[in-house]
């Protein structure tokens, strides 16, 4: 289990603070409008914001005395940073190795992650010959293969149209299943949390203000929540 408790960071203007737990095998999207804080989460999770207070455990161990990149977690933007010199096995091996150079075993779980997401086939392409949607699966491809078993996702699908964004978002489901993820997801679509997501989390001015299940999505209880909504 994820478990931010009273996670603080603060920016000249706003101050934020966050406690949230996410099980293993358990996606939680994170909602809210824009200049919330949802990306500030992400990155003080992540290692990459300032983290002033506050504890971050995953499953009892602390992980604030760590560099990102010794932290048990995978961060996926929206710009999923794809190398277009590079193949699409590449693209995905460099999550593994900067150096490229991979064991027998992370060739293995290279195949494994691209053959999960449906690119097998695409492998020696490069990513300008994909269409938008198969970049989004290299990226996401890239994410499995690192089987780090905390996953943040920044708004990875929203620039796909919406078939294109629920069937990854349905791949996203699947595999947070089958391999026992603890998944964060910010998005700006409650269809999307509606579809995939156990629990909501409304951030709202630097803090979580309200959290459920999806059920949330039709019965906010909070003004900001239901203003955020429309309704
Ligand atoms: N580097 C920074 N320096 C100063 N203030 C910042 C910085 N990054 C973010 N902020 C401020 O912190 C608040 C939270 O920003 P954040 O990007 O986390 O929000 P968000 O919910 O992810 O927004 P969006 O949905 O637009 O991406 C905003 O008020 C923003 O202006």
Redesign the pocket.
């Known amino acids: 289990m994820l478990e931010l408790d009273k996670l603080a960071s603060r920016?000249?203007?706003?101050s934020?603070c966050f406690t949230l737990q996410i099980s293993s095998g358990q996606i939680t999207a994170l909602i809210?409008p824009?200049?919330?804080?949802?990306?500030?989460l992400l990155s003080m999770v992540a290692g990459f914001a300032k983290v002033e207070s506050g504890t971050l455990t995953f499953n009892g161990l602390s992980l604030l005395g760590l560099p990102p990149a010794e932290r048990p977690i995978t961060t996926l933007f929206q710009d999923n940073n794809l190398f277009w010199h590079m193949s699409v096995y590449q693209n995905i091996a460099i999550g593994l190795s900067p150096s490229l150079r991979l064991t027998s075993d992370q060739q293995s779980q290279v195949q494994q992650a691209a053959e999960q997401v449906g690119l097998a086939a695409l492998l020696a392409r490069k990513p300008d010959t994909l269409s938008g949607g198969q970049q989004q699966r290299v990226g996401l491809a890239r994410s499995l293969a690192r089987r780090k078993p905390v996953l943040l996702l920044d708004e990875p699908f929203s620039a796909l149209d919406p078939a294109l964004r629920f069937e990854l978002l349905g791949l996203l489901r699947q595999q947070t299943d089958a391999l026992g993820l603890a998944v964060l997801l910010?998005t700006?679509h409650p269809e999307e949390a509606v579809r995939v997501a156990d629990n909501i989390a409304f951030?709202h001015n630097g803090g979580i203000v309200e959290t459920g299940g999806r059920e949330l999505l039709s019965a906010p209880r909070t003004e900001e929540f239901k203003a955020y909504l429309g309704r």
Not at 11 to 14: I, K, N, T
Not at 34 to 40: N, P
Request: charge should be neutral; glycine fraction near 18%; avoid cysteine.
């Open positions: 920016y000249p203007e706003q934020l809210g824009s200049g919330a804080g949802k990306s500030t910010v700006h951030v």
